[in-house]
């Protein structure tokens, strides 16, 4: 078949004309699509039918069949005839396959060319600086001489698969060989996995009775049948070991290195790599941190893999946060240290639940560095109501109890009327001192916000903690909040544990996800982006609550567990909210 000079990748949707001037057809062998035996031919004499047989049964070709027999394709393909035009092998395995294949979509005929070539895999890394700030990421690209561009191409590690179709397996063998990487496999996020498989499988089954066959991303499939898995990995190192893999990595192409690697900012992929295969990751990533599906991962200050979420004076603040009203100051210190053994970092105080000193203490001989801490407490009402002076001894007397020289967040635990604004400006003085990182707010509702705003503020509060869970859910105060860029703290995460936990709803998704009712409501909570803050004295109990970032809710089942709240439920608390803030 004869392709004009300027067809573009769109190809197959032209017309393919056979050409006379080749030497007949010859039938190879045929194979059975949607019950209908189609018959292989080719006009090359070097293709024989035992060469047919191997390109029949390799991956890409079984794959091909595989996806012109799903029902749920939108269009019903009809194929009549596939000519092998050409086999390429790498070695004794079948490499590519080029066909020309005659077919109709509900019954407009569409012959094409097909260019087989199979599934491949590429990883975005992410190589966090531990002992630098924030925005110090880079990412490891490889460059090399690409033939069909007659270019010298920057790209992500990537590579074609095997027959085993383990595509993390793969890309961590590519990590090895490619950059001299080693990563453990489970370590590696597939982002297009994680952004396509449930949600399209869900989609699809619900409308065709189900047979979603998920692949990957397709980037040229007007001629090719290649598609990609994008997996993602990221690691925290100390700069010396950068500047190491830094020169292990650049291979230089006056000593024939083909392939040289190059260590970026990772803020700079986007503009120094124009490949395909690199930008979708970096807007897959981006929006399944958005979604909540991949937590955002790593403060060096605090701990590798530990999610945060960015607020909006440039601080981060750990998600996971543990609890302390009502630790009985007996167990006070024994349940800290035990929270710090199961990695919580992130400690919500008040001066009300009477136990900061024992906090303290946990805190203090715990061994954890205080800049590895994220420690939070709250004025209480009563300082309030006495004036600004009291609300500076309330956070004085919480520094000592807790011993430390500053907190990363204070609350205004309630919105006493006609107090909170005072209290509020003390805050913002307390701040510029220094003995605030971050000012937020707790129990406020809308109107709560908008008088203190009309007050006139110069720092801005960066959370509002409410009482939030299924079984409190008020989405639209959440989004009047994050509208105002407020993140939120979801107090009583658990809605205190107990018969809570039985809700029908919780019961059902905790069996059919295999995760315990407390998981189930975590997991909830952490999707939405919320700060979570359950509380619990047992230890067994301290790690389940952390072991919610190996599992994700699909949407149908966020959206069942939004349904538990009562209109009446949000009346309620809003009522409740009105006499609380004024006791
Ligand atoms: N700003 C505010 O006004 C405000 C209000 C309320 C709460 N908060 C903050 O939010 C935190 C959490 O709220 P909360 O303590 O009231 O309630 P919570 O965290 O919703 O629930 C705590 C209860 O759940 C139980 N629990 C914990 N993990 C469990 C698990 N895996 N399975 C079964 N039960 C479990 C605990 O029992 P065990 O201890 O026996 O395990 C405890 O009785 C507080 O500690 C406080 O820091 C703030």
New binding site residues.
């Given amino acids: 078949a004869e392709m004009k000079d300027d067809q573009n990748d769109d190809s197959s949707t032209d017309q393919v004309v056979a050409d006379q001037r080749q030497p007949t057809l010859r039938k190879l062998a045929a194979v059975v699509i949607n019950q209908c035996s189609i018959s292989i031919t080719t006009r090359e004499a070097n293709i024989t039918p035992e060469i047919a047989s191997r390109a029949i049964a390799s991956k890409p070709f079984q794959q091909w069949i595989q996806n012109m027999e799903c029902k749920s394709s939108a269009a019903a393909m009809e194929v009549y005839s596939i000519e092998i035009q050409n086999i390429d092998f790498f070695g004794m395995k079948v490499g590519f396959i080029k066909m020309l294949v005659d077919c109709s979509v509900d019954g407009t005929r569409i012959p094409g060319i097909c260019f087989l070539r199979g599934a491949g895999v590429a990883v975005l890394i992410s190589l966090r600086i531990l002992d630098g700030n924030d925005e110090d990421m880079y990412s490891i690209l490889v460059e090399q001489p690409r033939l069909p561009v007659g270019k010298i191409i920057r790209e992500l590690p990537a590579g074609m698969m095997d027959d085993n179709g383990n595509f993390s397996g793969v890309a961590a063998m590519e990590l090895k060989e490619e950059c001299g990487i080693e990563v453990k496999e489970e370590n590696l996020i597939d982002l297009t996995e994680l952004a396509y498989k449930e949600q399209q499988a869900h989609v699809i089954n619900a409308k065709e009775g189900g047979d979603f066959l998920f692949n990957g991303l397709y980037p040229s499939p007007g001629g090719c049948d290649e598609f990609l898995r994008l997996m993602y990995y990221e690691h925290a190192v100390k700069r010396a070991d950068l500047a190491e893999l830094e020169g292990k990595l650049s291979g230089l192409r006056e000593h024939g290195e083909l392939i040289q690697l190059r260590v970026v900012k990772f803020n700079d992929i986007w503009k120094c790599c124009n490949d395909a295969k690199a930008l979708c990751a970096l807007q897959l990533l981006s929006e399944l941190k958005r979604s909540g599906k991949i937590p955002i991962v790593c403060r060096p200050k605090t701990q590798e893999a530990e999610p945060v979420i960015p607020l909006n004076n440039g601080n981060f603040i750990p998600q996971l946060a543990f609890?302390?009203?009502?630790i009985a100051i007996e167990e006070c210190e024994t349940v800290i240290e035990n929270a710090i053994k199961a990695g919580y970092r992130h400690f919500?105080?008040?001066s009300i639940y009477g136990n900061e000193a024992a906090v303290g203490k946990a805190l203090q001989k715990c061994g954890v560095s205080r800049d590895k801490l994220y420690i939070c407490s709250?004025v209480w009402n009563d300082a309030q109501r006495k004036g600004r002076k009291a609300v500076r001894a309330s956070l004085l007397r919480t520094l000592d109890d807790l011993m430390c020289e500053y907190l990363d967040l204070y609350?205004v635990?309630?919105p006493v009327p006609a107090c909170h604004i005072d209290t509020y400006k003390e805050l913002e003085q307390l701040h510029n001192e220094g003995f605030i990182r971050s000012i937020g707010l707790?129990?406020y509702s809308q109107e709560d916000y908008n008088e203190l705003i009309s007050a006139g503020i110069s720092v801005q509060p960066v959370v509002n903690?409410i009482?939030v869970?299924p079984l409190m859910y008020r989405p639209e105060t959440i989004r009047f909040f994050h509208k105002k860029s407020l993140a939120i703290g979801a107090?009583?995460?658990?809605?205190?544990?107990?018969d809570s936990?039985d809700t029908d709803i919780i019961k059902g998704l905790a069996m059919k996800y295999g995760k315990?009712?407390?998981q189930i409501m975590l997991r909830w909570a952490f999707q939405k982006q919320l700060i979570l803050?359950?509380?619990?004295?047992?230890f067994n109990?301290m790690v389940?609550?952390r072991d919610i970032l190996t599992f994700s809710l699909q949407d149908e089942d966020i959206a069942l567990l939004d349904s538990i709240t009562t209109a009446d439920d949000i009346k309620s608390r809003a009522e409740l909210e009105l006499v609380r803030k004024v006791s």
């Fill in positions: 609890g302390t009203y009502k919500d105080c008040a709250k609350l635990h309630w707790s129990n903690q009482e869970s107090s009583k995460s658990l809605h205190r544990g107990g936990l315990t009712k407390a803050l359950a509380k619990t004295s047992k109990r389940e609550n």
